[in-house]
DNA sequence: GCCACCGATATCCTCAGGATATCGACTCGG
DNA sequence: CCGAGTCGATATCCTGAGGATATCGGTGGC
């Protein structure tokens, strides 16, 4: 049995006249005829009762169409959820990133592609770069945001597009030290006790970190100690309580509140990119659409993407 | 779209392997692909991931085959539903008798037909002769079970079967001159108050009530009065408190109670048989069903009712 | 009783679906 | 690094199911 006799056999219960069902399913009487007896030979049923009057549906027939009729909803379903989910409008996307691209870049995004694809279930989470470089290549995650390019085993797999850039600011409380000036240097920061992200976490960040304050050397040992904190607000709130310089992006200017100060870093110091990851074999087009949206929302990554796409 | 489609690609689904699901379908592999991507080109959509280690749904496709799968299901139970009503499994059968039939015919083949077919819907309506038949003719009831077989306008579209037989018999009270006695005679009977099935719903039993009491006169002329009961437990129930004497098919037995006596009609009267009706054209598996269980049940039945059938 | 309508049947034809053979890409082991 | 093996895609041919046309048979209405 295949769905033409399903089709077949509703528009003639809509007509009740075969030269009519024949005539709207754009075929011949005759085929209709033969095709209906078919389909009731199959069944070992009579569906239909060929009166004078018209053609009726048996009791059979009533059960048969009754069902049919779903059956033929859902193909037509299947055919446009297909389609849906091909064109990204439904699907799931799920979303690991630092707590700094929840400052800037993702707010923006995320309200665009949410209006866009309401029906596309996100999954968002805050987690490390390595955390999120993990879980993507893992398959946990179709999509991660971090600091620097993703490195290590299995980075070839990955596509990677720089969605941002900071430099580097730092916070004090309003009784430190440093409270009253716009700008620190890098020599005054050498002293302090610094509050920084983890460095087996943020290894892009540490790594950085370890060149600007001190040649070869670890953190800890020309600093005057270290506190690892994972995200942007508690940067914050363990500096507003006294603990030491917060170290982070000039983002962290979104989160500061009253009793913190956010001071420049001088001289001007840029930070490891934002990078936005993804497997470089994911055809998902929910991946897609959200990649089209940040291509929209960040200047200059269109081209940087192409170029990578390009590889694939 | 053809369900052939969802079959290759819920079978492609399954085996992950274009070869493996053709030989799971029994066709060959090139087949299969053609038609994977045909159905693929159609949709606009790709449904499968070709890679090395086998061939996986993408988005689109795990959208698609969810519904696939239950298109299928629904055909497939378009398929048992129609047959299963095409046998009488399911469906309705909607019967209309007279209270009567309830006391003996009803109880042994309804039990049985219920049994039988749990999954049919049995409408049960207990209604005059009258209104059985025409509610039959109106298509309001596909069986009916009334006294004499039906005459008038549209009869002769009724197929009509003797399913039982009665005499006659008398239903007083305990305090009835006639309690004592065994049988009384018809002569007695006449100057009755009597009760008995109401003229106009009975037309058989009207009419044979007028002939055996005085030919060619209303009833209530020779006798002493005429009270109409519509139902058997109505005529014992006034006859129990000393209304008049109650007459009816000695199946009233049945329904007897303490306070009431039914005596022998002497000499034996035979009623109007208790017959049972259906639509000539009518082809209900369900009205076959029932049919079959009560030419089992019935002695003689079976022959009568072939006699009958083989004219439609 | 004749005609008009309608579904069934007969006959022919076309093309879609399937079979066979082969290709091209990729993987893996030596 | 290369050859064998696997797997999906492609090319080509063939068959039969589905469809068209013509006609029949039955039924109801004028």
Redesign the interface.
């Given at each position: 049995?295949?769905?033409?006799h399903?089709r077949y056999a509703l528009a003639l219960a809509e007509h009740q006249h075969f030269g009519r069902a024949a005539a709207a399913l754009g075929i011949a009487q005759p085929p209709l005829s033969q095709q209906i007896s078919a389909l009731e030979r199959e069944?070992?049923?009579?569906?239909f009762?060929r009166t004078a009057r018209g053609v009726f549906p048996?009791?059979?027939?009533?059960?048969?169409l009754?069902?049919?009729r779903?059956?033929?909803a859902?193909?037509s379903?299947?055919?446009s959820?297909?389609?849906?989910?091909?064109?990204g409008e439904?699907?799931?996307l799920r979303l690991g990133f630092i707590g700094s691209a929840l400052l800037e870049l993702l707010p923006s995004v995320l309200g665009t592609f949410i209006r866009d694809r309401p029906e596309v279930r996100l999954g968002l989470q805050e987690m490390s770069t390595r955390r999120s470089t993990a879980a993507l290549l893992a398959g946990e995650l179709d999509l991660a945001i971090g600091r620097g390019a993703p490195r290590g085993a299995g980075a070839e797999d990955l596509v990677s597009v720089t969605v941002g850039r900071d430099h580097l600011v730092a916070v004090v409380g309003a009784a430190h030290p440093f409270a009253g000036q716009a700008k620190v240097s890098l020599e005054q920061l050498k002293g302090q006790h610094l509050i920084v992200a983890p460095a087996e976490e943020e290894p892009a960040v540490a790594a950085w970190l370890a060149g600007l304050l001190g040649e070869g050397a670890d953190v800890p040992e020309r600093a005057g100690g270290v506190t690892e904190a994972w995200d942007a607000h508690t940067i914050i709130g363990l500096a507003s309580c006294g603990v030491g310089v917060g170290l982070g992006p000039a983002c962290l200017r979104v989160a500061a509140r009253p009793g913190v100060q956010v001071c420049e870093v001088s001289p001007r110091v840029e930070l490891p990119e934002l990078v936005m990851s993804f497997r470089a074999q994911d055809?998902?087009?929910?991946l897609a659409a959200f990649l089209d949206i940040t291509r929209e929302r960040c200047p200059g990554v269109a081209e940087r993407l192409e170029r990578r796409l390009g590889a694939r």
């Amino acid at each position: 049995m295949e769905s033409r006799h399903l089709r077949y056999a509703l528009a003639l219960a809509e007509h009740q006249h075969f030269g009519r069902a024949a005539a709207a399913l754009g075929i011949a009487q005759p085929p209709l005829s033969q095709q209906i007896s078919a389909l009731e030979r199959e069944l070992g049923a009579r569906l239909f009762d060929r009166t004078a009057r018209g053609v009726f549906p048996t009791a059979a027939g009533e059960a048969f169409l009754a069902r049919a009729r779903r059956a033929l909803a859902e193909m037509s379903a299947a055919v446009s959820d297909a389609g849906r989910a091909a064109r990204g409008e439904t699907g799931r996307l799920r979303l690991g990133f630092i707590g700094s691209a929840l400052l800037e870049l993702l707010p923006s995004v995320l309200g665009t592609f949410i209006r866009d694809r309401p029906e596309v279930r996100l999954g968002l989470q805050e987690m490390s770069t390595r955390r999120s470089t993990a879980a993507l290549l893992a398959g946990e995650l179709d999509l991660a945001i971090g600091r620097g390019a993703p490195r290590g085993a299995g980075a070839e797999d990955l596509v990677s597009v720089t969605v941002g850039r900071d430099h580097l600011v730092a916070v004090v409380g309003a009784a430190h030290p440093f409270a009253g000036q716009a700008k620190v240097s890098l020599e005054q920061l050498k002293g302090q006790h610094l509050i920084v992200a983890p460095a087996e976490e943020e290894p892009a960040v540490a790594a950085w970190l370890a060149g600007l304050l001190g040649e070869g050397a670890d953190v800890p040992e020309r600093a005057g100690g270290v506190t690892e904190a994972w995200d942007a607000h508690t940067i914050i709130g363990l500096a507003s309580c006294g603990v030491g310089v917060g170290l982070g992006p000039a983002c962290l200017r979104v989160a500061a509140r009253p009793g913190v100060q956010v001071c420049e870093v001088s001289p001007r110091v840029e930070l490891p990119e934002l990078v936005m990851s993804f497997r470089a074999q994911d055809r998902s087009p929910v991946l897609a659409a959200f990649l089209d949206i940040t291509r929209e929302r960040c200047p200059g990554v269109a081209e940087r993407l192409e170029r990578r796409l390009g590889a694939r």
